[in-house]
């Protein structure tokens, strides 16, 4: 069955009007990594809210499957790429980015060695130790660096040791058994007085949004921007308190602190808005799906303030937004609900160079709240007395669909049509209209359903019986401004554009 896989980033406000429970101590799980950052956080929390605190410091490994056996717990604080683990296996579905990571080379103090960069590190004698990538995140990440340097080979014999962790690694260059280590540079910082640290040349590093590695467990890691994380777990007692904490954590008071302790910014800045800042300007028009409004508008005012480009935006169905494209040749960047759309638009030449997928709709059943109707199946939408709504065939994308996934499912369309009482022009209407007792049921996209969790819900399809469709996004024939319409259409899909989209409940892998 299908697992919602976001990542929703909670506001204060939220829960200003309810009192968390702040006598009944929050049990945090913590990978070893972000040990002092956390805990000097905690003692600032503490203080501020009065929130008692019980901690449990391990390797992040061992914290997950204890989680998974326990089910106790509030909060699990690791790096990439625990949080998307403990979202597949249904331990978490709501989190926070807190911060980030980055591989650098230990040495002995003084660098007796003379190492000035990663090559240096297959030089005939010296003994290196890596971490294992049975157990660690930068074990996956060092055979793409080394393979960018051209030393994959060379390197191996000298690797004398593959610990588990980067603080053993660290620890055993620091006592003199092994002359470099690859480890965070968290994990270095803490070393100071006994080791230097050496950059990883940025021609070797990983580039974010282009290395990544993709495994069933944990679906697809950025290599090039580890994220530490927080994970709200679905077995907390607390929730109110724990997502609180959450807040803090990513916020601007705990910020500073992961900075002393030499952690990265949650969200740096993409390489290519910092250098095509200067050469950005202007506006933009966006002809947008109205399906995705919700994380469009949060990311266009997100690009306006980083890349300094001003966007104006028009949301409608995705047929409706090609009416207008067509009649006015105006435009730069068109996001549909369907790829569908795109290909229309392609055929009448208003598709520039640049096509993106952004992320997938899943199509879902929204009854109202408790399912009064008990409908469990397109078949019981069929009954008499059911009232349907149905998203335009000729403006929405979900009504587009709608014909083929009855067919899939052998439902007879003009029985179908019998129970339509409202046709849409967009499928957030049809939302409003459960919520509002209009209609019993409607075919929505999973995003939708998830904006009226206190109104309603989602029935889910048989999976070998849905249609997923893409969403995608591309440039246009006409643009005026070209750069700053290929940069916001890389910045939907950028770690700060994605965990966006998760956010908000759009799924950024195909299920």
């Not at 331990?91 to 591989?103: E, F, I, Q, R």
């Not at 074990?139 to 080979?153: D, F, N």
């Not at 007692?237 to 916020?251: P, S, T």
Request: proline share 5%; charged share 20%.
């Amino acid at each position: 069955m299908f697992k919602k896989l976001s990542i929703v980033l909670f506001s204060m406000s939220l829960f200003s009007l309810v009192t968390a429970d702040t006598n009944t101590p929050l049990l945090c799980y913590v990978g070893g990594t972000m040990r002092p950052a956390v805990e000097e956080i905690i003692k600032l929390y503490e203080q501020k809210y009065n929130q008692k605190m019980s901690l449990d410091f391990s390797g992040s490994g061992e914290l997950m499957i204890k989680i998974r056996q326990t089910q106790k717990g509030d909060i699990f604080i690791a790096h990439d790429p625990y949080l998307a683990a403990v979202q597949k296996e249904g331990l978490s579905d709501k989190g926070w980015v807190l911060a980030s990571v980055t591989p650098v080379i230990v040495v002995q103090k003084g660098n007796p060695k003379k190492i000035k960069g990663f090559k240096d590190l297959t030089r005939k004698g010296l003994k290196i130790i890596l971490t294992d990538d049975s157990y660690s995140t930068l074990g996956h990440l060092l055979p793409r660096i080394a393979e960018k340097a051209g030393v994959t080979q060379t390197l191996e014999p000298n690797v004398v040791s593959r610990p588990r962790s980067g603080s053993e690694a660290a620890n055993a260059v620091s006592l003199g058994t092994a002359d470099a280590a690859i480890v965070w540079d968290a994990v270095a910082h803490l070393r100071l007085d006994k080791l230097d640290i050496v950059p990883i040349e940025p021609a070797f590093r990983p580039i974010s949004g282009v290395d990544a590695v993709t495994s069933a467990t944990y679906g697809r890691m950025n290599m090039g921007n580890i994220k530490v994380t927080a994970a709200l777990l679905k077995c907390s007692k607390n929730k109110i308190a724990a997502a609180q904490f959450g807040e803090f954590l990513a916020g601007p008071e705990a910020a500073p602190i992961w900075k002393k302790f030499s952690f990265g910014p949650a969200f740096p800045t993409p390489s290519w808005i910092q250098n095509n800042q200067s050469t950005l300007s202007g506006s933009l028009f966006i002809y947008c799906a109205a399906g995705m409004r919700k994380p469009v508008q949060e990311l266009t005012k997100a690009f306006e303030k980083e890349s300094g480009v001003k966007i104006e935006t028009s949301f409608d169905g995705s047929n409706k937004l090609l009416g207008q494209m067509k009649l006015t040749r105006k435009g730069d960047v068109y996001i549909a609900g369907d790829a569908e759309y795109l290909d229309m638009a392609a055929k009448e030449k208003l598709i520039g160079s640049a096509r993106q997928t952004l992320c997938y709709f899943l199509p879902v059943m929204m009854v109202k709240k408790g399912n009064p109707k008990k409908i469990a199946s397109l078949a019981d939408c069929l009954r008499p007395g059911i009232r349907l709504g149905q998203g335009d065939e000729k403006a929405a994308a979900i009504g587009i669909l709608t014909p083929r996934i009855l067919a899939k499912n052998s439902i007879d369309a003009a029985a179908w049509k019998k129970n339509v009482v409202l046709n849409t022009p967009t499928v957030n209407e049809l939302g409003n209209a459960v919520k509002l007792g209009t209609i019993d049921v409607a075919l929505v996209w999973n995003c939708i359903a998830d904006d009226f969790p206190d109104d309603g819900e989602a029935i889910l399809l048989p999976a070998d019986k849905n249609i997923v469709p893409p969403v995608e996004g591309a440039t246009l024939a006409f643009s005026k401004n070209l750069p700053a319409a290929e940069a916001f259409l890389q910045y939907l899909v950028s770690d700060k554009g994605l965990l966006c989209l998760q956010n908000n409940g759009y799924l950024v892998e195909k299920p």
